[in-house]
């Protein structure tokens, strides 16, 4: 068991797109080895829940998503969602800023958004939220929003809890697509997602969103009609990115998400008539998942990041990151008191059964001491020889240790007379610490020269391991005193 997981558990986080009046689910979760596994459901929604891209029903959807979890426990195995909302009113914009300080990005965002000088709205009708993105120009630092209408927000808001879904973010679907699909991970390039609803444009460069465009889908007559009309918007979304980017490498890659039968008619035309290469979307880190779920899927690969390390756009109302985080604060203090109150469950059942063990243990005891009282003459006697043994053997080890310890001097000493005779050479005193420590003789020479001539003696006598002597001062020269140290051999 992973005890960080208990402790900090890892939620399986949904990613849901409810849209073209269906919802759409994804679980992503990765084995210990790292593989990822899918699961996908989707349900129709019921008529009357929810019209152009708003909840107009709530008791209507909340029952229709309530029943959806319901019925797909697999998949939902928590109650938080990454929910991509309906496009229809959901914006995103590249901001640019001169090079400034990281925690000034906000103040000019927020500047920026109350002048109405790109919005016209102030920022307390909306909610909005920023990411940093590579900048494609060298003189400015650049930043992706992505912003919503107030009441928009609480309408999907109120709907999720009302079907009892927590969800932790709200995002545009062009930004769950450019997450879903790697196309263009080291390139630029546009795709072209088409639903009933309309066509849902991005300009993707090097995995990062960095246009959106969603254009309602007309009433057309002709399937020829219908071409053009997603050619013209294709068109105007490719030319107003090259504008505001000049410097930046232009789309020339587009990447068709549908589930027409005339696909290929489709993007053979739009590559003649935009000269542009057309090739198939290629959802990441999977061999293919049906065109449908593709907001879905890119959602739910958001669920795989840790909430602590998710810093992308994120539409939610002020206050809901701070209630999530609390559920998390209450259900740690929910999983120590059922440890608690379980250890004291367990420590009372250890408490019984060590009382029942140590009366028995008592009980045993008792019959014990009643039939030793009967032997206690015979007990008493046999303490007696015990204790006459045991001081016994206690002399015995004293005499060893006082036989062991005795110095054997005389094998030492009976060497030294012969060893310090020398001519010239007068032994005041001999230290003899220890039978096998060093020998410490003082000694005064005549001469210089005789002094030098009792060292070498004692050094080639062999009966010693080193002859220590210090050195002579040039200055001594007759009747020279001196501590010579000899390390005898050990035998």
């Given at each position: ?5 208990l ?17 759409r ?18 349900a129709?929604?019921?008529?009357g829940?929810?019209?152009d891209?708003?909840?107009i029903d709530?008791e ?15 998949i ?29 990005i ?13 919005f ?6 909306i ?15 650049e ?6 209408m ?25 930004m769950?697509v ?8 080291s ?5 072209l997602?088409?639903?009933r609803e309309?066509a849902?444009?991005?300009i993707?460069?090097?995995g ?6 969603f254009t ?30 000049p ?26 008539g935009?000269e ?19 907001a ?15 810093t992308l ?10 209630t ?7 259900a ?33 005891i ?6 030793s ?20 053997n206690?002399?015995?080890?004293r ?7 005795i110095?054997?001097w ?28 060093d ?6 020479a ?18 010693y391991?080193?002859?220590t002597?210090?050195?002579l ?10 501590n ?6 050990i035998?």
């Open positions: 068991m992973n005890l960080a997981q402790f900090n558990p890892i939620e399986k986080i949904v990613g849901m797109e409810i849209t073209d009046g269906h919802i689910a994804v679980l992503l979760e990765k084995n210990k080895k790292g593989v990822l596994s899918v699961a996908k459901k989707s129709v929604l019921p008529a829940s929810a019209r891209g708003r909840v709530k209507k959807f909340a029952e229709a998503v309530k029943k959806f979890v319901q019925s797909n426990k697999s939902f195995k928590s109650r938080y969602v990454v929910l991509t909302l309906p496009p229809m009113y959901v914006f995103t914009d590249i901001m640019k800023f001169p090079p400034v300080a990281k925690e000034q906000a103040e000019s965002i927020a500047l920026n958004i109350n002048t109405k000088t790109i016209p709205m102030n920022a307390d009708e909610y909005y939220d920023w990411e940093p993105v590579k900048s494609k120009d060298l003189y400015h630092q930043i992706l929003l992505g912003l919503a107030k009441d928009y927000i609480k309408n999907w808001t109120e709907a999720c809890e009302a079907a009892g879904l927590e969800p932790l973010a709200f995002e545009a679907p062009a769950s450019a997450r879903a699909l790697d196309n263009f991970r390139k630029t390039g546009a795709i997602r088409i639903t309309g849902e444009i991005a993707v460069s090097e990062e969103l960095r246009f959106s465009r309602r889908m007309p009433k057309i007559g002709t399937f020829e009609e219908f071409k053009e009309f997603l050619l013209n918007e294709l068109s105007l979304a490719l030319n107003f990115y090259s504008m505001e980017n410097r930046a490498e232009p789309a020339r890659t587009l990447a068709l998400v549908s589930e027409l039968e005339q696909e290929k008619e489709v993007g053979d035309f739009l590559a003649s935009l542009l290469a057309v090739q198939k979307a290629h959802p990441a880190d999977l061999p293919e998942i049906e065109p449908s779920y593709i879905a899927y890119g959602a739910a690969r958001r669920g795989l990041i840790a909430r602590e390390k998710d756009v994120s539409l939610m109302p002020i206050g809901t990151e701070e999530y985080r609390k559920r998390r604060f209450l740690y203090i929910s999983l120590w008191s059922d440890i608690i109150n379980a250890t004291a469950v367990i420590l009372a059942i250890l408490f019984v059964g060590i009382w029942f063990f140590l009366q028995r243990v008592e009980k045993r008792d019959t014990q001491i009643t039939a009282q009967a032997a206690s003459a015979i007990g008493e006697q046999i303490a007696a020889l015990e204790n006459d043994a045991l001081r016994f206690e002399l015995a080890g005499l060893a240790a006082a036989e062991d310890s110095h054997r005389s094998p030492l000493l009976g060497k030294l007379p012969a060893a310090l005779a020398a001519p010239d050479i007068t032994v005041k005193t001999i230290g003899l610490p220890d039978p096998k420590g020998i410490t003789v003082n000694l005064t005549a001469t210089r020269a005789s002094a030098v001539s009792f060292r070498k003696m004692l050094g080639q006598s062999g009966e391991e080193s002859v002597m210090p050195f001062d040039v200055s001594q020269r007759e009747n020279i005193n001196i010579v140290i000899l390390k005898p051999k035998q």
